[in-house]
């Protein structure tokens, strides 16, 4: 939410470590714009630490070759490089205050505010045309930028001139289509994607997907580091087909219909 520079020591970032770890000489990127930067020095909970933990709120002394205090904004996110995703769109549960003037109407310009950042977009509903005050429903936030945002990220909406506050919402899946957003097949991926353990929502996609998904996007959607997502495809017993980050998986039941299917075409 902050940015610095230090006589001596450089450039300086704060905020607060929202999940995960980091430690002094690690290599994270600057997200969205995927700048590298690496860890100098890191003072958590006003300290000098090793390490900056989830939970905590931390300054890190960042450098990079292409580091420049310039580039750097409040909103933006300090990751590992495998959770570098930058999205312009997010699928989404808005919810209308209660006290709302009016009903949120299809594509009304809006103004976000997620983690730290600040921008303007449209919420295209995707089950009506309108949401009443008190009222909530399955959207998609049409950003004017690319942000990082994940899974289960929180928000706030207000009016275009950030003068009143409208509603808010959670982000189900922040890689959302640009279309068939609408579709029943769709709908039906969302209500999986908002089960509340990744084991429920990947189980509920296999089933509904003959074809296999692509399981690079879940894993980062949920934000699993690659030995969790393993455990997790082993334990749901997923066939994998392909190579990295290309990887399709399949529940097990489809995989064997697929393998009846070549056999009989063979014979």
């Known amino acids: 939410d902050?940015?610095?520079?230090?006589?001596?020591a450089g450039l300086i970032v704060t905020g607060v470590v929202l999940s995960g770890q980091a430690r002094v000489g690690d290599s994270l990127l600057v997200s969205p714009q995927g700048t590298a930067a690496r860890i100098r020095g890191i003072h958590a909970q006003q300290r000098t630490a090793d390490i900056a933990r989830a939970g905590q709120r931390c300054a890190l002394n960042l450098t990079g070759a292409d580091l420049r205090r310039a580039d750097i904004e409040r909103g933006q996110w300090l990751v590992a490089p495998m959770a570098h995703a930058p999205t312009d769109r997010l699928d989404a549960r808005v919810s209308v205050l209660a006290d709302a003037a009016r009903p949120l109407a299809h594509f009304t310009p809006v103004q976000l505010h997620i983690g730290a950042a600040s921008l303007t977009g449209r919420i295209a509903?995707?089950?009506?045309r309108n949401v009443e005050p008190g009222a909530s429903g399955?959207?998609?936030?049409?950003?004017?930028?690319?942000?990082?945002?994940l899974r289960g990220d929180r928000f706030v909406i207000r009016d275009p001139a950030a003068q009143r506050t409208l509603g808010g919402g959670v982000v189900i899946d922040p890689f959302a289509p640009a279309r068939s957003r609408a579709r029943p097949a769709r709908l039906h991926a969302l209500a999986a994607m908002a089960l509340p353990a990744p084991e429920q929502a990947l189980a509920a996609l296999l089933?509904?997907?003959?074809?296999g998904i692509a399981l690079a996007p879940f894993d980062l959607a949920w934000n699993l580091d690659s030995s969790t997502a393993d455990t997790l495809h082993a334990r749901l017993g997923v066939q994998r087909l392909g190579t990295a980050p290309a990887?399709?998986?399949?529940?097990?039941?489809?995989?064997?219909r697929w393998r009846e299917a070549i056999v009989q075409s063979l014979t």
């Open 125 to 128: 509903l995707l089950e009506q």
């Open 247 to 256: 990887v399709i998986g399949l529940s097990t039941p489809a995989w064997q």
């Open 207 to 211: 089933d509904a997907a003959p074809a």
């Open 2 to 8: 902050r940015s610095f520079a230090v006589a001596g």
């Open 138 to 149: 399955l959207a998609q936030l049409v950003l004017e930028r690319p942000i990082s945002a």
